[in-house]
């Protein structure tokens, strides 16, 4: 019997097993970040293979089957495959993972990093204002062209921290165009949008970045104090570009000169909107993208579109209910900052308004939208919501209030007094128009006690009717080599598991259960063999799923099970037979009988499972080979045997763990092999010279089998499939199990939800995105949602006095998917009642039949007509 010695790895060297990596690391991750230190960046697909392999997931059992991660690949998180630039739009948890710098050295030391690749370092900055610290990770720093001059031919790219100062970029632009320290100079940013420049003295060099509120949009030249003249830049520094020069601002206002729209608001210091362009009808100008702000742009223009609340504002009515004592509230800044939009967007003075003021404002209190990254236009309305009504609060001391619960009550008494106790806290413009109520009914699933309770809102989030079931693509690898490879596509359930996939394949291929070997296969490679039970929601559409049918008994001893090896190939040089090259091929199964076996048997029982696609390897059955081939012994010496038999590839069992861990076999006929446990942690690794591989092996073509029910058509759900989706029973899930108070223990109660007051402004929130703990992802199914008449009698609990009809008024549409994407606004002038599409800056007519569209996101409907009574009246009108 040969023994098995790794190569190349010393005892030394090896690394921990599973368990000792899962103890060692397990501590290291949940560190917090504080601000100055360094994290790293990790493919989040690396990363949940690693997770899987060591059981890092305390709420899933440690899959036996699971492979070793590999070395450390973050190409999906790169611009390109060298350096450490990212791509754009990567989106956490998602795309990429953040760990500790210690957590990544271990990950480092155990698996090393992809060839070519670097580590991938980011900073922990503080983006709140001070005291207060809120560590964020700078995932993309700020790329700004920096210009030696108002002449604008030529620039350097340069990538700055959100935090660096004003000092720092002047530093830059020194060092850069050779400028003497003794030289007064002053910086200068501008933005070419639509023909016009806009520019702005950075005078204040001890401020950041951030406070300056400069994006990838602006750029920055030098400006010198008297006639000085640079030196010239020598041509050769590869860091110097050339660009054409941008458009210089224009001298007159019906050119498009960029103009600050001041109003007359009060408020110091607190900066105004810009306007770029030629005059329009009030409500048409758009909004300029500030990078990546499209997001903001869509629902400000929603909001903008809401007749009550724009004239709220252009009447200057918020001017006398500014809250300045309430802590929850932004002094007025953020009612301010926004009135100050409005009035621009409806002066009818200039074609494009600059939000750039009101986003400063707006990063200054929530951070979380700070940056140049893409954000979610919902969570934005909620917190913008949120803070104009804290700003407008009319209540200035706010009264303590608890919601006691009464059985004796009936709904109507009880949704009363909870509607009168919020308004005790709780009264501005956006209350009378945007907060509805629900009701929330709980019952214990032992006792049946019933809990009522009433909660405001002011969005309601609706589930999205799906599909229950999906369509998988399986590639069926035969073990009979006679018959062909197929492409198969079948109907799964959406929430099975992978023995549904299974029934499913044995239905149409005729192979038993018991016969079949799920796998996932990804470049050419054994990533995982799936259990009966794994849930077919953990296999992404991209992801390549391979069914072997394979023997589990011997078919000259049906009474002994056999032994599943699973089988890579590997083309190698000539000179070098390192498992470390190129895989190629469909890897597949080998059914072989358990305990040691002949090595000639062992040979011979592989080229019978390579006839399919090598038929010289069935010739080399009987004629053993007619290649050379030198043979490595067990101690790594190299020799050839010219003596000795030769074969067209030669077996090596690999260590999934390291690639370098190769346990030899010798190939002597006589040699006995011991053959591993079933498909467990090592697989034959076939090493094929390049020279063998191109002449004999040839790569199958699927034949493609389509065994869907293509008789299947759904109907568009409507909005009122949304809604009944929304208010129907659910039970609780063990992780927001409700608190019985009379059995005094959390219990999986049955939840029911139902409308029950709704505002003048109804807003509906599509929920597209979907959040699970295996992934998360768009959905991109089309609703039909009506532009006039929308009627919700039906769906309310409480059978009001008021009218429950409402016109749709705005649009928030969202393009592309979760790790990019762009937001536009469709919307209703309340003015002419025509349709238009808010594209940032560019604004156009529309017609109402096209506002119906697959990427809505956020609905926007007014009640019919919109209420002009006192707004204190609608509060109690229950």
Known sequence: MVEFKPTNMSESEQVPDYKLKKYQIEGKLRQSMEVGQIWMLVCSKWFETFKSYVGLDNNV???????????????????????????????????????????????????????????????????????????????YLIKLNLFQNSEFTSYYEYAFSAMDKISDIEDICRKKFRVASDQKIVLVSFVVKQQTQHERVLSKKCNTIHEENLTEAHQIYMKFEDSWTPPAVTKNNNLLKTRVQPIRTLTNHESGETTRYRTSMPYGNLGTAEGQGCAVSPGLSGLLNLGNTCFLNSIIQCLSNCEPITKYFLDKNHEKEINVNNPLGKSGVMARAFADVISMLWSGQYAVTVPQCFKMHLTNFAPQFAGYQQHDAQELLTFLLDGLHEDLNRIQEKPYSQNEENEDEDDATLARSSWESFLRRNDSIIIDHFHGMLKSRLVCPDCEKV??????????????????????????????????????????????????????????????????????????????????????????????????????????????????????????????????????????????????????????????????TSEGFLKAINNVGSLPMDY?????????????????????????????????????????????????????????????????????????????????????????????????????????????????????????????????????????????????????????????????????????????????????????????????????????????????????????????????????????????ADPNEEKVDL
């Open 61 to 139: 059992e440690r899959n036996n089957t699971a492979m070793p991660p590999g070395p450390i690949d973050n190409t999906l998180l790169l611009a390109e495959k060298t350096g450490t630039e990212l791509a754009e739009g990567l989106v956490e948890n998602l795309d990429y993972v953040a760990v500790p710098e210690s957590a990544w050295e271990l990950l480092r030391d155990w698996y090393g990093l992809a060839e070519y690749q670097e580590p991938i370092q980011r900073k922990v900055i503080n983006l709140a204002n001070p005291p207060e610290n809120e560590p964020k990770l700078e995932v």
């Open 451 to 612: 809990s009522i309770k009433f909660d405001t809102f002011s969005t309601l989030s609706l589930p999205l009717p799906m599909e229950c079931e999906r369509t998988m693509k399986v590639c069926y690898v035969p073990y009979d080599q006679s018959a062909k490879v197929v492409d198969l596509k079948v109907d799964v359930p959406k929430n099975g598991v992978i023995n549904d996939l299974m029934m499913e394949l044995s239905r149409v291929t005729g192979v038993r259960t018991e016969d079949m070997i799920i796998s996932k296969v990804h470049n050419n490679h054994f990533h995982k063999f799936y259990n009966h039970d794994d849930m077919l929601r953990e296999i992404c559409v991209k992801e390549k799923i391979y069914m072997y049918d394979v023997p589990r008994t011997l078919a000259e001893n049906p009474s002994v099970q056999s032994t599943i090896l699973p089988v890579i190939l590997c083309e190698v040089n000539d000179s070098n037979r390192s498992t470390q090259n190129k895989l190629f091929g469909t890897p597949f199964l080998l059914s072989l009988p358990p305990g040691p076996m002949l090595f000639k048997n062992f040979y011979i029982r592989i080229c019978e499972q390579m006839t399919r």
């Open 632 to 868: 490595e012994s067990a101690s790594g010496d190299s020799t050839s045997r010219s003596n000795s038999t030769t074969y067209l590839f030669k077996p090596v069992f690999v260590e999934m763990d390291s690639s370098s861990n190769v346990l030899n076999i010798d190939t002597s006929e006589d040699t006995i092999v011991q053959i591993p446990e079933n498909y467990g942690r090592e697989v034959l690794a076939l090493q094929v010279e390049r020279k063998v591989h191109k002449e004999y092996y040839n790569e199958e073509i699927p034949l493609i089998r389509d065994h869907c029910d293509t008789l299947k058509h759904s109907t568009v759900p409507t909005i009122e499939d949304c809604l009944n989706l929304f208010t129907s029973t659910e039970k609780l899930g063990t992780n927001n199990a409700w608190f019985c108070p009379r059995c005094h223990e959390k219990k999986r109660a049955s939840k029911k939800l139902d409308l029950w007051k709704l505002p003048n402004i109804l807003i509906l929130h599509l929920k597209r995105f979907a959040f699970t703990e295996i992934r998360r992802g768009k959905l991109g199914i089309k609703i039909d949602y009506p532009v006039t008449g929308l009627n919700l009698s039906n769906v309310v609990a409480n059978k009001q006095k008021e009218n429950l009809v409402y016109d749709l008024i705005g649009v928030c549409n969202h393009y592309g998917n979760l790790t990019g994407g762009h937001y536009t606004a469709y919307c209703r002038n309340f003015n002419d009642y025509k349709w238009y599409s808010y594209d940032d800056s560019v604004v156009s007519v529309i017609s109402p039949e096209t506002v119906q569209t697959d990427s809505a996101y956020v609905l926007f409907y007014a009640r019919r007509p919109i209420k002009k």
